[in-house]
């Protein structure tokens, strides 16, 4: 009888997805400030884009208005998300479903979190959103820090990153556009440290390996033909002696 193969585990499949996360806020406070918006791009390790997920909370509605900064207050009527999370009926309980389902689906249940600051939209995950908390690893993938290695160990790296106050979007303070321009960011250091090879050089590895090849099959019929002498001549060393 033959065994069934064992599927891979889906923690396995979705080892080097990145759950590209941010959070608009009312504030800075996990315990006293809500949630207003959230914005999740998932991509593959190579930050191709594989789904994107998005929600307006009611979080405007269960918050002291009065407590919150006029900082935060302009912000967010300048750039309409107080008055869209006033009418929004999605409740924390019904983003953490959702949220948990998308990161699940697409991510599988130790899904590494990253973005700009990440640790400060985990401790709103932690704190907000249990159930997909459950779902995260606690290792998580920061730009932030990566900007602040580079800003000290190669700085003219970090001066060539792409500025997120270049993009237009980025200045509304709105959840997508700052997931995309922390995954802008991400995706300028791989090339800027290890640039990608040009096409020669990809066309002189090609040619490199088929010569490589040939020599190896060369040393390979080599072999074999030491192997046929030996052969022979131990034959015919045993048929002299009858």
Known sequence: MTD???????????????????????????????????????????????????RVTDGARRVDYARISPFVQKM?????????????????EILDADLADFVFLHAGS??????????FDAEFVRRRLPRTHALLHHR???????NEFARR????????????ASRPQSATHRALPDVLGSIEQARHYPNALVPAPSADARRAAIVGAGEQARLQLDALM??????????WARDAERAARF
């Open 4 to 54: 069934t193969p064992t599927p891979p585990r889906a923690d396995t499949i979705f080892a080097d997805r990145l759950v590209w996360l941010d959070f608009e806020t009312s504030g800075l406070d996990p315990y006293e400030d809500r949630i207003l918006e959230c914005a999740v791009i998932v991509t593959e390790g190579d930050l191709t884009e594989v789904a994107r997920f998005a």
């Open 76 to 92: 967010h009527a300048d750039n309409g998300l107080w008055l869209e999370s006033l009418r929004s009926e999605v409740v924390d």
């Open 110 to 119: 130790r899904a590494m979190l990253a973005g700009n600051s990440i640790n």
């Open 140 to 146: 998580q993938g920061n730009v932030s820090a990566v």
């Open 153 to 164: 160990w190669w700085p003219g790296v970090y001066a060539s990153r792409p500025q997120s």
């Open 222 to 231: 080599l072999v074999r033909d030491i192997t046929h002498v030996t052969v």
